[in-house]
């Protein structure tokens, strides 16, 4: 009898499972699937890195949810539906226990979304998290980040900020109250996909992009590739009640503008289409609000209730812009 070697053996206790959407699935040197006619296939990754993307104390069973699930954020924001995702792990040592529980984060999102894990790569090193995740979009229907339009609505879904807030909270730049901090942070670790909001959109929004990085930062991505400009009003931003209690202070505004991972949903839409995309908030419960407009020029700006520009410092994350 032959046995695994830890890393075969990682491989086979953890990350094999049936692959239903696929030919074949983890094992041999590719995997294999079917891609739909008259589909385009659409492909993201994404890497997380451990003291960058999350905390390293963070709960293994969290951060299989959320490595998947800024994935599948990526999909939705695309107007993509997900099929297959790939893992790539690379762990500082075996410990089973941690492997197990994120597995189950893992794979219990891939199940709500009907997603098959479908093969990675297995390494040692400091510990980093990659997944490729594929999907289908009808041929040309895609949403693109380069569609917007002057005078277009700018819509977001959800509320925008809490997650920022527990991070804000983490590096001591504000103070949440300890329920209020407790919410955040679910918000921060177990992040919806707007999957389903994402197809709903196709036909209807202009442009996408997921929130991630910060609102005005990724409008800004929008704004970039359609060569227009966007102003948005502070005080139509959807706020929980954690975000209401934090906007009036810089700190606060700050976070809740330009810090990320929210992963809610930012497009824009040509105001004919209001009343349809409030159709589309109530049939999938989900909040959906408009909170500024596509303009000619460049660049976001923030307006506060007196119509002047109110400053921000930082405008969301960039791995390699200097502190
Ligand atoms: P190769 O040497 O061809 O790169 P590997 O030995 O790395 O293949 O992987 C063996 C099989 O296990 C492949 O099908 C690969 O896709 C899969 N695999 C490796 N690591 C993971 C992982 N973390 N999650 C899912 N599948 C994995
Ligand atoms: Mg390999």
């Keep these: 009898m032959t046995h695994d070697t830890p890393e075969f053996d990682v491989i086979a206790r953890h990350f094999t499972r049936p692959a239903a959407n696929a030919v074949l699935g983890v094992g041999d040197d590719c995997a294999l699937v ?14 997380m890195v451990s003291g960058t993307h999350f905390f390293p104390d963070v709960d293994p069973e969290t951060l299989g949810h959320k490595a998947l699930a ?13 099929y297959w995702a790939m893992l790539a792990l690379t762990l500082p040592r075996v410990d089973h226990d941690w492997l197990a529980a994120f597995a189950k984060g893992f794979f219990d999102l891939a199940e709500e979304f009907n997603v098959s894990l479908i093969g990675g790569d297995t390494t040692r090193g400091p510990l980093t998290l990659t997944v490729t995740i594929m999907g289908e979009v009808p041929a040309g229907a895609a949403l693109r980040r380069g569609g917007a339009k002057v005078g277009n ?12 807030l527990a991070v804000a909270h983490r590096h001591g730049k504000l103070v949440l109250a300890e329920d209020d901090y407790h919410e955040a942070v ?12 994402g197809q709903a959109l ?24 359609s060569r227009v400009g966007a102003t948005v009003d502070l005080a139509a931003i959807p706020l ?4 209401t209690k934090h906007v009036p202070s810089d700190a606060g505004r700050n976070a809740i503008v330009a810090g990320g991972d929210d992963y809610e949903l930012c497009f824009t839409a040509h105001p004919n289409s209001r009343e349809s995309i409030q159709d589309l908030a109530k049939m999938m419960d989900v909040l959906l609000t408009r909170i500024g407009q596509v303009k000619r ?4 700006s923030l307006l506060g209730t007196d119509g002047k520009a109110v400053k921000i410092d930082g405008r969301g994350f960039d791995h390699f812009s200097a502190p």
């Design 186 to 197: 679910m918000r921060l670790y177990e992040p919806t996909p707007r999957v389903a909001l």
């Design 70 to 82: 800024v994935n599948l954020s990526d999909m939705a924001a695309m107007g993509a539906l997900p």
């Design 240 to 243: 929980s009640p954690i975000g």
């Design 297 to 300: 020029g460049k660049g976001v």
């Design 153 to 164: 609505d700018i819509w977001v879904s959800g509320y925008i900020g809490d997650a920022a």
């Design 34 to 47: 079917d891609v739909t006619n008259g589909m385009d296939l659409a492909v993201s990754v994404d890497t």
């Design 202 to 225: 196709r036909g209807l929004a202009t442009a996408a992009i997921d929130v991630s990085d910060g609102l005005l930062a990724d409008l800004g991505h929008i704004c970039k590739l």
